[in-house]
């Protein structure tokens, strides 16, 4: 199975496509800090931040988990980026034809649906910690952030990877089962646009409104004004919204919820994946 996973990762250092996606994603980023500067000379302190991370206030300088939340989570390219990226991983061995010959190579194929996961992992995992850095370094270059709190940006760095990766997951999980890119690119643009996240939002007001619940305190809930009242949300367990709803300076409840939910959509979405490869044929 090791030699599976270092097979895929030779084949992604070898890519044309790895470098192609690498430097889009770079450009993006670097337009994301770049055309903000020119537009509003620091939108940080003219409190353009707002639009992008839920927060208030005019303050020169931003912490680093804000930072990393403008940078990285609300920078909907990185999702776009990493779905394409993982799905041309995914089903790079269908639409080449190999995967007749490593699928005969193992007893059981769910071990070779798991060594690319890993390898589709570790990809992810460089990406992340290089985003990261790269986001810092641009913070502290255009002094846009106040090193501090970083026990608040060490939560916030494990939350939204473990979202990334559950993410993935699931582009890995319909691009291996549908042998298809297009499943896989159609899920991580509908999450990056964030049509789920909307219609999801629509679904809590319906239940909210059938179950006679006070709608303005619903509405203030939803928007972070209020505590809102006590209604079940469809949206506090989907996937992509605890994503691009999630900060930070939320409370531990919200915090282990949304670990929670990443962790169940990944393992579940592994493990249907390594099922039904036992179950079906191989077709390229």
Known sequence: MFNVFRMHMYRVSRSRSTYIL????????????????IIFDDPFKLNVATAFTGLSGKSETVSPAVLHRFF??????????????GVLLTHS???KGFVKNTYC?????????????????????????????????????????????????LRSFIVVYLCLVSMLTMVFMITSLFK???????????????????VEQLIDLLIAKLSGADMDAVLEGMVGMGSGAEVFR?????????????????????????????????????????LLSEKKDVRC
């Open 22 to 37: 690498a430097g889009l994603l770079f450009v993006f980023l670097l337009l994301t800090f770049g055309l903000a500067f």
């Open 72 to 85: 990285i989570q609300s920078n909907d390219s990185v999702i776009i980026i990493l779905t394409i990226f």
């Open 93 to 95: 061995d269908f639409s």
């Open 105 to 153: 190579m193992f007893e059981r194929k769910s071990k070779l649906v798991l060594a690319k996961w890993c390898a589709l992992v570790a990809c992810i995992t460089i990406t992340y910690v290089a985003l990261s850095v790269l986001g810092l370094a641009m913070g502290a270059l255009l002094r846009s952030f106040e090193p501090g709190e970083w026990d608040l940006y």
């Open 180 to 198: 298809s890119p297009v499943g896989g690119m159609v899920i991580g643009l509908v999450i990056a646009t964030g049509v789920l996240q909307t």
């Open 234 to 274: 469809i949206s506090d367990y989907c996937l992509d919204n605890v994503y691009l709803s999630y900060s930070a300076g939320m409370g531990n409840a919200d915090t282990i919820r949304t670990i929670v939910v990443a962790l169940v959509y990944m393992a579940l979405a592994l493990g249907l994946t390594m």
